[in-house]
């Protein structure tokens, strides 16, 4: 990902996706953010509650653990 990226995941009933699967997300560039948002209804878990790629070359993985729960981890900032 490169640029000012906005990553937003939406509930199951709108954007059916599968309990397990990863998403690994690299940004390539260094001008703008990658930031994560959530749709109402959705949790997404991340240490201090940060929601973007720290800066280039930084990267994470969204993974579902549940129907309307995700775990991003990685490098954030």
């Known amino acids: 990902a490169g640029g000012n990226i906005t990553c937003s995941i939406f509930q199951n009933s709108d954007v059916p996706c599968t309990t397990g699967v990863e998403f690994e997300i690299i940004q390539t560039s260094s001008a703008g953010n990658v930031l994560f948002e959530t ?7 991340s240490k201090s ?7 280039q070359f930084s990267a994470v993985t969204l993974k579902k653990i549940g129907t ?10």
């Open 39 to 45: 749709g109402s209804g959705v949790t997404l878990n």
């Open 49 to 55: 509650n940060n929601l973007k790629i720290a800066g």
């Open 68 to 77: 309307n729960e995700w775990d991003l981890i990685g490098d954030l900032g």
